[in-house]
């Protein structure tokens, strides 16, 4: 029936990465809009606000933030993850153990999180090619992830010209980040299973 490689385990982790990779996506992105004060008036904001909500309300009851951090969104960020891996662990056969979970969760978000700073800075580099100048509300929330980063890049890295080069070297060290911190991370977690 439902082997580690056959079509109905291939589609069943299909599904769960899908259903519960948009969810936390959507947790993820609520995180990261706080970090870097992002406009929550934004109406891209406010879906996320919306979206995620109902299951952030009830663990700020019980977790409270911890120096500015949102806890609960963390708390709840790593609960779905390893449950995601947990459930895709159950469909391919295998038993795995809590270490190991939390370990691969940690791994996913960290790559999910770097991944989602590569898109920002994809979409921002996009539109200042195709839109220079203007607003709109996404322009608002990609310049609120993708500033942090490229600022600093920025004031290092003298424009050449008209030619910006901190998106490229940003983007090199995320990818760097992906190969050398979550890569490790995700093997490591993978041995503990």
Same mark, same amino acid.
């Given at each position: 029936?439902?082997?580690?490689?056959?079509?109905?385990?291939? %589609?069943?982790?299909?599904?769960?990465?899908?259903?519960?990779?948009?969810?936390?996506?959507?947790?993820?992105?609520?995180?990261?809009?706080? &970090?870097?004060?992002?406009?929550?008036?934004?109406?891209?904001?406010?879906?996320?606000?919306?979206?995620?909500?109902?299951?952030?309300?009830?663990?700020?009851?019980?977790?409270? @933030?911890?120096?500015?951090?949102?806890?609960? @969104?963390?708390?709840?960020?790593?609960?779905?993850?390893?449950?995601?891996?947990?459930?895709?662990?159950?469909? &391919?056969?295998?038993?795995?153990?809590? %270490?190991?979970?939390?370990?691969?969760?940690?791994?996913?978000?960290?790559?999910?999180?770097?991944?989602?700073?590569?898109? %920002?800075?994809?979409?921002?580099?996009v539109l200042s090619w195709?839109?220079?100048?203007?607003?709109?509300p996404l322009t608002s929330?990609?310049?609120? &992830?993708?500033?942090?980063?490229?600022?600093?890049?920025?004031?290092?890295?003298?424009?050449?010209?008209?030619?910006?080069?901190?998106?490229?070297?940003?983007?090199?060290?995320?990818?760097?980040?992906?190969?050398?911190?979550?890569?490790?991370?995700?093997?490591?977690?993978a041995a503990l299973l």
């Open positions: 029936m439902m082997g580690s490689g056959g079509y109905f385990s291939n %589609a069943g982790v299909f599904l769960i990465d899908v259903v519960f990779g948009l969810y936390i996506f959507a947790v993820l992105l609520r995180f990261l809009f706080q &970090l870097v004060r992002a406009d929550f008036y934004n109406p891209l904001c406010q879906a996320i606000v919306t979206v995620t909500n109902p299951p952030l309300r009830q663990l700020r009851r019980y977790i409270p @933030s911890l120096g500015g951090l949102d806890t609960a @969104s963390i708390v709840l960020l790593v609960v779905l993850q390893m449950l995601n891996t947990f459930l895709v662990a159950l469909v &391919l056969g295998l038993e795995p153990g809590v %270490a190991g979970l939390l370990v691969i969760a940690i791994a996913e978000l960290l790559g999910k999180t770097l991944w989602t700073f590569v898109g %920002a800075i994809i979409v921002q580099v195709v839109a220079p100048g203007t607003y709109n929330v990609v310049h609120s &992830l993708t500033e942090p980063l490229l600022g600093p890049a920025r004031r290092a890295i003298p424009p050449l010209g008209p030619l910006d080069l901190s998106p490229l070297v940003v983007l090199v060290g995320l990818q760097l980040a992906q190969i050398l911190l979550v890569a490790p991370l995700r093997d490591a977690g």
